[in-house]
């Protein structure tokens, strides 16, 4: 089962459970599925919607002066488990060759087609710089 298929199942039982700040926010996730061209997503498609909620929910916060919600703390659970910074470090320790690159950021592309949507960008272009 897909990723969207299974936040429609926690609808379910969001609703059943009368937890209400779960299902406003898996509603808001659906409604956005619903918005996409294709209406069978991919997990990438997923994540990255609910990566664009997130974002976008932080910057309204921000803007606010406040730090989180449990808006951000239902949707984050949905993500795949992110890459440790050590395991991206060790990773790239391991199979980036960096006298093949111009400089050390073009090594992102093939870091990030390793680690998918289970390692940010900022995190990458950070630890890249470490090196």
């Not at 990566?51 to 976008?56: A, E, G, P, R």
């Not at 073009?106 to 900022?122: L, R, T, V």
């Amino acid at each position: 089962m897909g990723l969207q298929q299974t936040i429609q199942e926690q609808l379910k039982v969001s609703l059943k459970a009368r937890d209400t700040e779960r299902t406003a926010a898996i509603r808001v996730l659906i409604g956005e599925f619903q918005r996409q061209l294709d209406k069978a997503l991919s997990d990438d498609q997923v994540v990255a919607i609910i990566k664009k909620l997130i974002k976008s929910e932080s910057e309204l916060l921000s803007a606010a002066g406040r730090e989180k919600s449990s808006f951000i703390d239902i949707l984050e659970g949905y993500l795949p488990r992110q890459a440790a910074d050590q395991e991206i470090r060790s990773w790239i320790r391991e199979n980036i060759d960096f006298s093949s690159f111009a400089n050390k950021m073009q090594a992102m592309k093939p870091i990030m087609a390793h680690f998918g949507s289970s390692a940010d960008g900022a995190t990458v272009k950070r630890i890249l710089q470490e090196f």
